[in-house]
């Protein structure tokens, strides 16, 4: 478990990337199933590869600023109420798998945000 931890910035920002890549190649499949405009589900591509280009941008780092890290777990925090919100708000309108996959990506995201909160210090090298 400690070499996830110590690797925790990789997980971040290949999860991130990968599902950046899925999301926009396969958006067309992606967008009528969850009941979402494909524009949405093309956005919601960006977010991700943009948020894995800023976390693979301390993956590769040496020595990271204790604040870039920080930023980092803020902004998974941030995303994971996001998704919650976003979670409910598709169960209203009838899009379960939509609910379903942003459920489980708050979870994920927010678990990181924790984790690299709370090894911080460590991940600054």
Partial sequence: ME????NILWVDC??????GIL???????????????????????????????FSLSLAVRRTRP????????IAN?????LCIIFAARMVEGD????AA????????VGSLGFIEWNRRRELSG
């Fill in 3 to 6: 070499s996830i931890y110590r």
């Fill in 14 to 19: 290949l999860g991130a990337i990968l599902t």
């Fill in 23 to 53: 999301l926009a190649a396969l958006s067309g499949y992606i967008a009528p199933i969850y009941s979402l405009p494909q524009s949405w589900v093309i956005a919601h591509a960006c977010v991700h590869l943009a948020y894995g280009a």
């Fill in 66 to 73: 204790i604040g870039l890290i920080s930023t980092l777990a």
């Fill in 77 to 81: 925090a941030s995303w994971a109420v």
């Fill in 95 to 98: 899009s379960v798998l939509a």
């Fill in 101 to 108: 996959h942003f459920l489980i990506e708050g979870i994920y």
